[in-house]
């Protein structure tokens, strides 16, 4: 089910506000499930406040009796080193389209100063537990 499906819905909750996320989302051979984020969104800055999330994965369909998918809580991680390059490979093998548009990215950030270079994502990891 999670190699066959890119999106996952990812749930968050910061001062008893719910916030649920569309996000795309690679898994590792020990469910381990990452995706990237501006550390700007909304569902970052959640789990800066609380690393326990919840999230779902379904196949879309139009009948009742089809009704498919996984339904998990756990802890979100902000990856670092590598863990956070291992998290990437995993994630980039999936999404080949954004290996080129961060290519791309990098090209022009290296036309800027040093300056100008701040960090925007997170890589997040969940070791779900699965419902």
């Given amino acids: 089910m999670l190699e066959a499906h890119n999106t996952i819905t990812l749930a968050t909750c910061r001062d008893g506000q719910p916030w649920a ?22 569902h970052a800055r959640d789990i800066e406040d609380c690393s ?13 009796k089809e009704v498919k998918g996984l339904q998990m809580t756990g802890s979100v991680t902000v990856l670092a080193g590598v863990a956070r390059l291992n998290a990437l490979r995993c994630y ?4 080949s389209d954004v290996r080129a548009c961060s290519k791309r990215r990098r090209a022009k950030m290296r036309r800027r100063s040093r300056s100008d270079l701040r960090p925007r994502i997170c890589i997040g990891c969940s070791r779900a537990g699965f419902d």
């Fill in 21 to 42: 996320a569309s996000l795309f989302f690679a898994s590792d051979k020990k469910l381990n499930l990452y995706f990237v984020s501006d550390y700007r969104t909304h």
């Fill in 92 to 95: 980039l093998a999936k999404f």
């Fill in 52 to 64: 326990e999330a919840s999230a779902t994965v379904n196949i879309d369909c139009s009948l009742w």
